[in-house]
């Protein structure tokens, strides 16, 4: 079907299926933000339950290294601020991301006389598949 398309219908195509793949990009690096932020406010929050004079260890690589109460507090803290920051941005890029596909969708559709008929960007805008 491609193959009938104007040049550049097929090239706002070939743009629309880039910023598919750069959305479900997003969805995975703020999927693993999310987990990791879940994850670093659970370690904090136990971390209250737990005498400061505990004996606590961290990984660093492969390893479990020693570490004292301030400094897990302090680590973990700096972890969840790096991950709600990360997890910001990554909510506004994925703003961004799906205002250009809809500002490229509807640039397709105005281009292709007012609708695609359904397929991958949805169904089509004010007049498809009429007449």
Same mark, same amino acid.
């Given at each position: 079907?491609?193959?009938?398309?104007?040049?550049? %219908?097929?090239?706002?195509?070939?743009?629309?299926?880039?910023?598919?793949?750069? %959305?479900?990009?997003?969805?995975?690096?703020?999927? &693993? %933000?999310?987990?990791?932020?879940?994850?670093?406010?659970?370690?904090?929050?136990?971390?209250?339950?737990?005498?400061?004079?505990?004996?606590?260890? =961290?990984?660093?690589?492969?390893?479990?290294? &020693?570490?004292?109460?301030d +400094?897990?507090?302090?680590?973990?803290?700096?972890?969840?601020?790096?991950?709600?920051? =990360?997890? &910001?941005?990554l909510?506004?890029?994925?703003?961004r991301? +799906?205002?250009?596909?809809?500002?490229?969708?509807?640039?397709?559709?105005?281009?292709?006389?007012?609708?695609?008929?359904?397929?991958?960007?949805?169904?089509?805008?004010?007049?498809?598949g009429?007449?």
């Amino acid at each position: 079907m491609q193959g009938n398309l104007p040049p550049e %219908a097929q090239e706002k195509i070939e743009q629309l299926q880039d910023l598919q793949e750069t %959305a479900q990009e997003v969805a995975v690096q703020k999927q &693993e %933000a999310e987990s990791g932020l879940t994850e670093a406010q659970n370690a904090l929050d136990e971390l209250e339950n737990i005498d400061e004079g505990t004996t606590m260890y =961290r990984n660093v690589g492969e390893l479990l290294v &020693e570490t004292d109460y301030d +400094q897990a507090e302090e680590d973990l803290e700096d972890k969840v601020d790096s991950l709600e920051i =990360r997890l &910001e941005t990554l909510e506004k890029q994925e703003e961004r991301v +799906q205002d250009q596909f809809e500002s490229l969708q509807e640039e397709l559709e105005d281009m292709l006389g007012g609708g695609m008929g359904g397929g991958p960007a949805g169904p089509g805008g004010p007049g498809a598949g009429g007449a």
